[in-house]
């Protein structure tokens, strides 16, 4: 069965300092892997995928997240953290009959 | 841009009442999803349709049912609400794989029963 998991529900961080939102998946086949972001009460919104290629990929903002097959992540990343950055994340999978596996989400903090 | 787009950002309805959730999308998306969101369990699908008139059961549709009558426009519907089912509801769209892989969601709607 597929699945997601996103080990921690919060990362605190500081602004200026890198930061790292940890995914794991199970998925059978090849792993179409994805992020989100969500603001409050708003609807989520796409960050970045992995479908193919290269093992990093960039998405938007400034994010970028590294596909690794052994350790069947794909964890997400930034360099250097903005306040604004601050928002619940979320991992996902899609299997090869268009469904999606949502990962429980991981609340961003950035402090100033 | 892609836009999908819900009827309602807030509603307040009573137990037992049947409550009307829409959903459209712009973009000719053949898949349109409904998810729940409640805090600490993340998105859980509840329907998921892959075509006009076709529909799949996700992880938690007791208590509710859909309707896609065409393509753009995806509907959940509670058939008699009750407070456990107040929650967020996201709706999102996507191609089939081939084209374009990612889901677009909708706003939301917090739906509150009472």
């Known amino acids: 069965a597929q699945s997601v998991a996103q080990p921690e529900d919060q990362v605190n961080v500081a602004e200026g300092n890198p930061l790292t939102v940890k995914c794991t998946y199970s998925v059978s086949g090849n792993p179409y892997l994805f992020w989100y972001v969500q603001y409050p009460n708003r609807g989520l919104q796409f960050l970045l995928k992995y479908i193919t290629g290269d093992n990093l990929v960039k998405g938007s903002y400034g994010f970028e997240a590294e596909f690794n097959k052994s350790q069947t992540s794909f964890h997400l990343k930034k360099p250097s953290a903005l306040v604004s950055d601050s928002a619940l994340y979320f991992c996902a999978v899609r299997d090869n009959f268009n469904k999606f596996y949502f990962g429980s989400g991981t609340k961003l903090n950035v402090k100033p | ?114």
């Open chain 2, 1 to 114: 841009d892609v836009k999908v787009t819900q009827s309602s950002r807030y509603l307040v309805k009573r137990t037992g009442e049947k409550v009307f959730l829409e959903c459209v999308q712009d973009m000719d998306h053949e898949n349109m999803f409904w998810y729940r969101q409640d805090p600490g369990l993340g998105l859980r699908l509840i329907y998921f349709s892959y075509d006009v008139k076709m529909k799949e059961k996700g992880d938690i549709p007791e208590g509710y049912s859909v309707s896609r009558e065409k393509k753009e426009r995806f509907s959940l519907i509670l058939e008699s609400a009750s407070t456990n089912q107040t929650s967020m509801y996201l709706c999102a769209s996507s191609f089939r794989a081939g084209r374009s892989y990612e889901q677009y969601f909708g706003p939301g709607t917090r739906l509150t029963v009472t």
